[in-house]
């Protein structure tokens, strides 16, 4: 993306790789991405914000991309990510709050940005992964074993090395197109032998959405990297459960837009659509100001609707 400048800074132990686009003096905006992606999944909305005066912010996060990969897993928890994030922002923003735009692992690190240090966060869009409320009285991945089964992909991704030997199996490059392709309004599951629900050699069509030099972008970097480090997120789950327990039962008390694809894997999986549109959610979030559901859209909804994203983040911003 031409016009971004990139620089890595040491931060909270670690080495992080930053994009930056738009004027160095406007207000900033930290985009948050998931997996598997990369800072990169966020070069049209940041090339959007910027035309409106703001400084698009863009990190890879912790074991992604150009930024460092620690290599225990406990070094991956909530505590570590947010970490990152709070001092990434009084990097480039000292004494100042920001904007917070976020997507898959990236917006559960944002709602914890939020419930940890609000006084961080001028207001947040947050996209595909609602706040998700502790329960006391069990363990998320007892959960999540109970009601979707072991092959449920968030289980399968427990057990360090397993999964990463069956994707070596596949090229990085097929791996990336059935990850970026998945559209089926469902949980994912990854059953051996039979990763995304069909065998290894089916042919994935690129979507429309995706350039070839896009697919090559990712494709790249985590052929360098290998897919471990996002990984490491999921199997801090439990723990993350054990480490936010001082925060039971409060709410996340920041302005927030909220966006979903009505085929997304997410919004399909579990409680999420009567969470959203039954009152738990603004009673979690009671800040909530805006919710949309796009039809017809998938996970990748800032990829796969650039333009209508970037319209929806700069109408919230711009609020304020």
């Known amino acids: ?44 909305q940041m090339t959007a914000v910027a035309s409106h005066g703001y400084r698009a912010v863009a990190p890879d996060l912790r074991g992604f991309g150009e930024t460092e990969a620690p290599a225990d897993p406990g070094s991956y928890t909530v505590f570590h990510i947010v970490g ?41 869009v947050n996209m595909s992964v609602p706040f998700s409320p502790r329960n006391p009285n069990r363990k998320p991945l007892s959960s999540l074993k109970a009601y979707l089964g072991d092959e449920y992909y968030m289980c399968r991704f427990q057990e360090p090395g397993v999964i990463e030997a069956e994707f070596a199996e596949l090229d990085t490059e097929s791996i990336m ?39 090559q972008y990712y494709t790249d970097k985590f052929k360098k990297t290998g897919f471990t480090g996002g990984l490491n997120y999921y199997r801090n789950i439990d723990r993350n459960w054990e480490l936010t327990a001082p925060w039971q039962g409060d709410q996340v008390k920041v302005p927030v837009k909220f966006i979903v694809g009505d085929q997304d894997l997410t919004y399909n999986t579990g409680n999420a659509r009567d969470y959203i549109s039954k009152g738990g959610f603004k009673r979690d979030v009671p800040f909530l100001q805006e919710v949309v559901v796009m ?26």
Not at 11 to 34: K, Q
Not at 201 to 210: F, G, K, Q, V, Y
């Open 295 to 320: 039809p017809g859209v998938g996970h990748f909804l800032q990829e796969e609707r650039a333009a209508e994203i970037s319209c929806h983040i700069v109408e919230f911003i711009r609020k304020f």
């Open 177 to 215: 197109k059935k990850f970026l392709a998945y559209h089926t309004p469902a949980p994912l599951y990854m059953p051996k032998g039979k990763l995304f629900g069909h065998w290894p050699d089916t042919p994935i069509a690129l979507p429309p959405w995706l350039l070839e030099a896009d697919l």
């Open 84 to 124: 990152d994030l709070v001092a990434l922002i009084d990097a480039v923003a000292p004494g100042q709050k920001v904007f917070v735009v976020a997507h898959d692992w990236g917006a559960s690190m944002a709602w914890y940005l939020c419930l940890f240090r609000p006084d961080k966060v001028k207001a947040l």
């Open 1 to 44: 993306m031409d016009g971004t400048r990139h620089r890595n800074l040491s931060l909270n132990g670690i080495n992080v790789h930053v994009a930056e686009f738009g004027p160095a003096d406007g207000p900033v905006v930290l985009f948050v991405h998931g997996f598997p992606e990369l800072w990169y999944c966020w070069r049209h």
